[in-house]
């Protein structure tokens, strides 16, 4: 029996000094707060931000290849 408990003893405290888990964690939560960051920064819809800006880009460069080719 004792030797049970030692070895549960055991176990508890590698788990406890283990952290390689949190470290993935927390690099989890960083990146979701950059991704956050980025999606308020140049808005997620194509009437504003970025959407707005490869939208126009688009249409642009369509708009140039059809008068280049005809």
Same mark, same amino acid.
């Given at each position: 029996?004792?030797?049970?408990?030692?070895?549960?003893?055991?176990?508890?405290?590698?788990?406890?000094?283990?952290?390689?888990?949190?470290?993935?964690?927390?690099?989890? #939560?960083? /990146? !979701?707060?950059?991704? +956050?960051?980025? %999606?308020?920064?140049?808005?997620? $819809?194509?009437?504003? =931000? #970025?959407? /707005? !800006?490869?939208?126009? +880009?688009?249409? %642009?460069?369509?708009?140039?290849? $059809?008068?280049?080719? =005809?």
């Amino acid at each position: 029996m004792l030797k049970y408990y030692i070895q549960t003893t055991e176990a508890f405290k590698r788990l406890r000094s283990d952290q390689d888990g949190v470290v993935s964690f927390e690099y989890v #939560i960083v /990146a !979701a707060c950059i991704v +956050a960051a980025v %999606a308020a920064a140049f808005g997620t $819809t194509t009437g504003t =931000g #970025i959407g /707005a !800006a490869l939208s126009s +880009a688009i249409s %642009a460069i369509t708009t140039k290849v $059809t008068s280049a080719v =005809g």
